[in-house]
């Protein structure tokens, strides 16, 4: 768990110092969804929604900021789906 957080928190940094970056921004939310797979994993299924949500936020800004991008619309669609699967194992 404390790789995940740290990861998450260098991710955090480079995506604040450089926020016009859409690859810091990207990996920011990467890390946001691998740390909802831990927790997920781990039973702690509130915290995996927040994390799910915290990178479907920032997916969903990089796929309005970039509308050729289809990727960024994929990861919004993957994560609502990680989303729904967890809300549905509560």
């Keep these: ?5 740290s990861a998450l928190a ?3 940094k480079l995506a604040d110092d450089n926020p016009s970056v859409t690859e810091s921004q ?3 939310a990467e890390s ?4 909802g ?3 997920r994993d781990i039973g702690q299924l509130a915290e995996a929604l927040k994390a799910y949500e915290s990178a479907l936020g920032i997916w969903r800004k990089l796929a309005d900021a970039n509308p050729p991008s289809s990727s960024f619309r994929v990861a919004c669609k993957e994560s609502q789906q990680h989303r729904r699967r967890d809300e549905g194992n509560r």
């Design 1 to 5: 768990m404390k790789a995940f957080e």
């Design 10 to 12: 260098i991710r955090q």
């Design 26 to 28: 990207s990996d920011l």
């Design 32 to 35: 946001h969804n691998n740390l």
């Design 37 to 39: 797979f831990l927790l």
